[in-house]
């Protein structure tokens, strides 16, 4: 789970990434084509007009000088000159009346028609030379037109010279070098996202490296390390994560080591104290009150003989002195030989075990009796620690697909949600009335999980009517059972 977790998070870390680097070079590379493109357009469109209109210009100066006073020689004088126009093989000429009619033209199709253009209109009224580029009325064909006036010696406007050019292979020119400018930013675009996932992704392995571990560490697995791959950022945490994990192992050998001594050094006086406890009660002189004293100092011994056992229990797993004799077993019989030792002393303090047995035939398990007998006995000891004033336990037993399912449950207060997924740690105390030493389940988790079992504690449906803790062992396959 945490793996998977990490997993996600370093997904989301490089989608971030690349999110903030593509994007911004796609949105750059996207506003560069758009201005270029719009400059190569503007540029070949200026030139373009900038040339038809230098030639309306001296074409307009030429003409005007050799012009007759006579409207018939003025027009014989424009239609040679149109015919004999040496361009006309790429530019059409028209020769444009003052009422915007094409009088003549090069290519002949247009005279007659009516030039109502912009760039007429401006030569024609303001009498300087103008432009226009648009579609060509019938065809759809992209032109550019750019007019010149034709003045009179009084400065009369007298016509105008027309020329017009196809922009079709601007066009085309201007469409082929945005494409390749565009396909040169897609190229940029490539090279920035492959270079991000190059760059992010033996970050990204390390992260998932150092957050698996992390989490290792929070689990137990105190003072492994991780193997520093880069002298940089990463490195620094690497080095942070490492030397913390040195020094929670190191803190946590020296809690073990003082654990254990202190366990040890109890164990001699509580069995003073418990033996002089057994031998007093049975002095017939001591009077009643202080057999009830000795009594309790007798319960209490034990109580804390149990707890001392529990710690010893407790610094075998941690220091790996911890070993199991895995056998073949009948866990049932195991079960109800825990019932009938401890349910006799339940007894004795109101508490009836309500055992069922089961319905069917229950698979064989691989397991050591002790520990799993030291489970069960644990469990049941605090149910009636917790369940005392309800006065009775439920056992069950069975087998569902690869498991056999043993449930106990008390019918105490139960455990606040909230507390639930920490009751399992070990020293970690809950919120009740009644409080252990926090190492019982502790201990009980570890022997099953090294059984490859679970251990799962629950509330009941209401949520106040007891806990249920479960306790699942793997059933033997066929493999294990021939062997």
């Known amino acids: 789970m945490g793996k998977l977790l990490a997993k996600q998070h370093v997904r989301g870390l490089r989608s971030r990434w690349l999110r903030s680097g593509v994007l911004l070079t796609v949105a750059v590379v996207v506003l560069f084509t758009l201005v270029f493109s719009l400059g190569v357009r503007s540029y070949y469109y200026s030139a373009v007009r900038t040339g038809l209109a230098s030639k309306a210009q001296s074409a307009s100066t030429f003409f005007t000088g050799y012009i007759s006073r006579t409207y018939s020689q003025y027009y014989q004088s424009a239609y040679r000159y149109t015919e004999t126009f040496e361009d006309k093989d790429v530019l059409e000429l028209q020769f444009v009346n003052t009422s915007g009619v094409v009088e003549v033209s090069s290519y002949g199709?247009?005279?007659?028609?009516?030039?109502d253009t912009r760039d007429v209109?401006?030569?024609?009224?303001?009498?300087?030379?103008?432009?226009w580029s648009g579609r060509r009325n019938g065809t759809g064909e992209k032109i550019m037109a750019v007019t010149a006036p034709l003045l009179s010696s009084d400065g009369t406007v007298v016509g105008a010279m027309r020329y017009v050019t196809s922009l079709h292979l601007v066009t085309r020119?201007?469409?082929?070098?945005?494409?390749?400018?565009?396909?040169?930013?897609?190229?940029?675009?490539?090279?920035?996202i492959v270079s991000n996932l190059y760059?992010?992704?033996?970050?990204?392995?390390q992260l998932v490296e150092l957050t698996a571990m992390s989490r290792r560490i929070a689990e137990g697995s105190y003072g492994i390390q991780v193997q520093k791959k880069y002298d940089d950022?990463?490195?620094d945490l690497t080095d942070a994560i490492n030397e913390m994990s040195a020094k929670i192992g190191e803190s946590e050998r020296v809690?073990?080591?003082?654990?254990?001594?202190?366990s040890h050094e109890l164990r001699t006086p509580l069995t003073a104290i418990t033996g002089w406890a057994e031998t007093l009660a049975y002095d017939e002189s001591i009077s009643p009150d202080a057999q009830r004293g000795i009594a309790?100092?007798?319960?209490?011994?034990?109580?804390?003989?149990?707890?001392?056992?529990?710690?010893?229990?407790?610094?075998?797993?941690?220091?790996?002195?911890?070993?199991l004799n895995v056998e073949t077993l009948d866990v049932t019989a195991e079960l109800e030989d825990a019932i009938f030792t401890y349910g006799k002393l339940l007894e004795q303090d109101g508490i009836a075990v309500e055992y069922t047995p089961p319905t069917g035939e229950i698979p064989f398990v691989l397991g050591d009796a002790e520990r799993l007998k030291q489970v069960f006995l644990n469990i049941m000891d605090n149910a009636a620690k917790y369940g005392r004033a309800a006065g009775r336990i439920q056992v069950t037993i069975g087998a569902t697909g690869a498991w056999v399912v043993i449930r106990f449950r008390d019918f105490g207060p139960g455990i606040p949600p909230e507390e639930l997924p920490f009751v399992k740690k070990k020293f970690y105390k809950g919120s009740g009335k009644e409080r252990g030493s926090g190492i019982g389940l502790a201990v009980c988790d570890e022997i099953v999980t090294r059984h490859k079992g679970k251990l799962e504690l629950e509330n009941a449906a209401d949520g106040?009517?007891?806990?249920?803790?479960?306790?699942?062992?793997?059933?033997?396959n066929e493999e294990e059972l021939t062997i």
């Not at 020119?173 to 920035?192: D, E, F, K, P, Y």
């Open 233 to 235: 950022e990463i490195g």
């Open 121 to 131: 209109s401006t030569a024609l009224e303001k009498k300087t030379i103008g432009s």
């Open 109 to 115: 199709i247009s005279a007659g028609t009516v030039a």
């Open 199 to 205: 760059f992010i992704r033996p970050v990204t392995e």
């Open 173 to 192: 020119q201007i469409g082929l070098i945005s494409a390749a400018v565009a396909g040169i930013g897609l190229l940029v675009i490539l090279a920035v």
């Open 464 to 476: 106040r009517t007891g806990l249920i803790v479960t306790v699942m062992l793997p059933v033997m």
């Open 255 to 262: 809690q073990t080591e003082f654990i254990s001594s202190i």
């Open 296 to 323: 309790i100092i007798s319960k209490e011994s034990g109580r804390l003989t149990k707890m001392v056992e529990s710690l010893l229990e407790f610094t075998r797993i941690q220091d790996g002195r911890f070993n």
